[in-house]
Nanobody
């Protein structure tokens, strides 16, 4: 069993930055692929960024390319999402998720463990 705890959300102005962290329990973290999802009110949950077990492969949705960076530190059992140049449309609850597959998937159903979410609000 893996438990995921997100932190780092908050209120920021347009153009600002936040760094989300997701701390994982368990000794198998380094073998899991990880994803950051978000869900805005009235919208479906979407994958924002994902990273393979080694960190060598990453994925971003088009709307965050060049602004967000996903990374991981397997020694600290932590995955990060650095968010720069934030826009009001980035406002959502952000969730961290882990997949037992070492290679990321774009499907929500491929992820086995989920965090409780952290709110990100970008004011205009």
């Amino acid at each position: 069993q893996v438990q995921l705890v997100e932190s780092g959300g908050g209120l920021v102005q347009t153009g600002g930055s936040l760094r989300l962290s997701c701390a994982a329990s368990g000794r198998t973290f380094s073998s899991y692929s990880m994803g950051w999802f978000r869900q805005a009110p009235g919208k479906e949950r979407e994958l924002v960024a994902a990273i393979n077990w080694s960190g060598a492969g990453t994925y971003y949705i088009d709307s965050v390319k060049g602004r967000f960076t996903i990374s991981r530190d397997n020694a600290k059992n932590t995955v990060y999402l650095q968010m720069n140049s934030l826009k009001p449309e980035d406002t959502a609850v952000y969730y961290c998720a882990a997949s037992r597959s070492g290679y990321y998937s774009r499907s929500n159903f491929a992820y086995d463990y989920w965090g409780q979410g952290t709110q990100v609000t970008v004011s205009s």
